[in-house]
């Protein structure tokens, strides 16, 4: 079984900056991509940044240009650099990978369970 445990989240001050990571870790065959995505109260959860193994980034556009997504492949980690922060930011983040545990086995997505993230003065 795969887990993914994220850390780095907290409270920051507007203007601030976090890093925040995900290892994904237990039995698996390759690992085709990671990402993050959040969910703030009262909405549905969105996508923050996406990494494939091609390098190949996607932002959401309220983050581009503040924040940096990157991938450590030989340990299986994840990280978003976030810089710059809003009040507009504060949610829950949760890390994504797209993976399959064997060789017969489909892709498939396994979530973290949530790092949550701040912003207030």
């Known amino acids: 079984q795969v887990q993914l445990v994220e850390s780095g989240g907290g409270l920051v001050q507007p203007g601030g900056s976090l890093r925040l990571s995900c290892a994904a870790s237990?039995?698996?065959?390759?690992?085709?991509?990671m990402g993050w995505y959040r969910q703030a109260p009262g909405k549905e959860r969105e996508l923050v940044a996406t990494?494939?193994?091609?390098?190949?980034?996607n932002y959401e556009d309220s983050v581009k240009g503040r924040f940096t997504i990157s991938r450590d492949n030989a340990k299986n980690t994840v990280y978003l650099q976030m810089n710059s922060l809003k009040p507009e930011d504060t949610a829950l983040y949760y890390c994504?990978?797209?993976?399959?545990?064997?060789?017969?086995?489909?892709?498939?997505?396994?979530w973290g369970q949530g790092t949550l993230v701040t912003v207030s003065s």
């Open positions: 994504n990978a797209d993976l399959r545990m064997s060789y017969w086995d489909r892709f498939h997505e396994v």
């Open positions: 990494m494939p193994n091609s390098g190949n980034t």
């Open positions: 237990g039995s698996m065959f390759t690992i085709r991509a």
